[in-house]
């Protein structure tokens, strides 16, 4: 297992961070300011742990927002049915 993480959008890399706790990257943007990315623990099996810190004009999704939305929608019943 590689001790960096990358991640890509469109096949080019946007942000590469190490395995190590207390590792930061800085993303700046100038329409949304800076957003720092900070490991917070790092396990042996690949899973990390971030702390995301950004300005309150910048939307922050959490991976767990995203389950429960898709949890959500799972248990939603189609139009039509009952």
């Known amino acids: 297992m590689s001790d960096r993480v990358t991640i890509y959008k469109d096949d080019r890399p946007v942000l590469s961070i190490r395995r190590r706790v207390g590792e930061a990257v800085h993303l700046d943007h100038p329409a949304m300011g800076r957003v ?20 309150r004009s910048v939307a ?6 995203i389950r429960t939305e898709a949890a959500h929608l799972a248990s939603t019943p189609e139009r039509g049915e009952s």
């Open 36 to 55: 720092t990315i900070t490991v917070v623990r790092a396990s042996r099996t690949g899973q990390m742990r971030l702390a995301i810190q950004a300005p």
């Open 60 to 65: 922050v999704l959490r991976d767990d927002a």
